[in-house]
């Protein structure tokens, strides 16, 4: 039963992601005591610590429980993060990231229309690996969440701020983006030209 629980407890903090799990909410997602939740958690932690196959542990952050990174694989992360190219995302997962870039603050709705497919799965990818992040809320019937870029989105592609997107040089009756083929290519064409020239220096 315990080993049940264990595997329950790490898929709901899986699933959690960033925001991670309380102990109250750990215990009435496995049905049980919070004593017993605490045990659940230190017993994940203590599995993920002296096991050294295992790249991630459990940390907790402001009182709720997260999966992160071992600190000693730090650096290599950082080797894989560095410099991203367009190629290292999904079709699907550059474009949400481009229109959020040049229309943010926007809501998946608003993508959605601009895309004209979901993008509820590459949104979520983006929001995983901490490119894009939740900025608020629109006035209006049921308050969708906006998007937004981060500062890690920021520094990843190598700008101090917004300001210094490669600009697309849309046409005027572009303005709402409507070609997003035309869009999409700007944007690739923009970043590739800035990580070729990144790499020179």
Same mark, same amino acid.
């Given at each position: 039963?315990?080993?049940?629980?264990?595997?329950?407890?790490?898929?709901?903090?899986?699933?959690?992601?960033?925001?991670g799990?309380?102990?109250? @909410?750990?215990?009435?997602?496995?049905?049980?005591? @919070?004593?017993?939740?605490?045990? /659940?958690?230190?017993?994940?932690?203590?599995?993920?610590? @002296?096991?050294?196959?295992r790249? /991630?542990?459990?940390?907790?952050?402001?009182?709720?429980?997260? #999966?992160?990174?071992?600190?000693?694989?730090?650096?290599?992360?950082?080797?894989?993060?560095?410099?991203?190219?367009?190629?290292? %995302?999904?079709?699907?997962?550059?474009?949400?990231?481009? /229109? /959020?870039?040049?229309?943010?603050?926007?809501?998946?709705?608003?993508?959605?229309? =601009?895309?004209?497919?979901?993008?509820?799965?590459?949104?979520?990818? =983006?929001?995983?690996?901490?490119?894009?992040?939740?900025?608020?809320?629109m006035?209006?019937?049921?308050?969708?969440?906006?998007?937004?870029?981060?500062? %890690?989105f920021?520094?990843?592609?190598?700008?101090?701020s917004l300001?210094?997107?490669?600009?697309?040089?849309?046409?005027?009756?572009?303005?709402? #983006?409507?070609?997003?083929?035309? %869009?999409?290519?700007? %944007?690739?064409?923009?970043?590739?030209?800035?990580d070729?020239?990144?790499?020179?220096?």
């Open positions: 039963m315990k080993k049940k629980l264990l595997g329950m407890a790490e898929s709901f903090l899986f699933v959690a992601g960033e925001e799990i309380t102990l109250a @909410q750990l215990a009435t997602l496995l049905e049980c005591s @919070q004593d017993s939740a605490e045990d /659940i958690v230190n017993a994940l932690h203590n599995d993920y610590e @002296q096991d050294e196959k790249g /991630i542990t459990l940390k907790s952050y402001g009182g709720s429980y997260r #999966l992160v990174t071992k600190s000693e694989w730090a650096n290599d992360i950082k080797k894989m993060l560095e410099n991203p190219k367009p190629s290292t %995302f999904t079709q699907a997962a550059l474009e949400v990231l481009a /229109i /959020i870039a040049y229309k943010q603050p926007v809501t998946r709705v608003e993508v959605d229309d =601009l895309r004209g497919v979901k993008s509820e799965r590459a949104l979520s990818s =983006l929001t995983g690996k901490g490119f894009v992040e939740e900025v608020g809320r006035e209006g019937p049921g308050r969708p969440i906006l998007y937004g870029t981060t500062d %890690f920021l520094d990843r592609f190598g700008l101090t300001a210094e997107l490669p600009p697309l040089s849309l046409d005027e009756g572009d303005s709402e #983006l409507e070609d997003t083929d035309l %869009f999409m290519t700007k %944007f690739q064409e923009a970043f590739s030209i800035q070729e020239g990144g790499q020179g220096g």
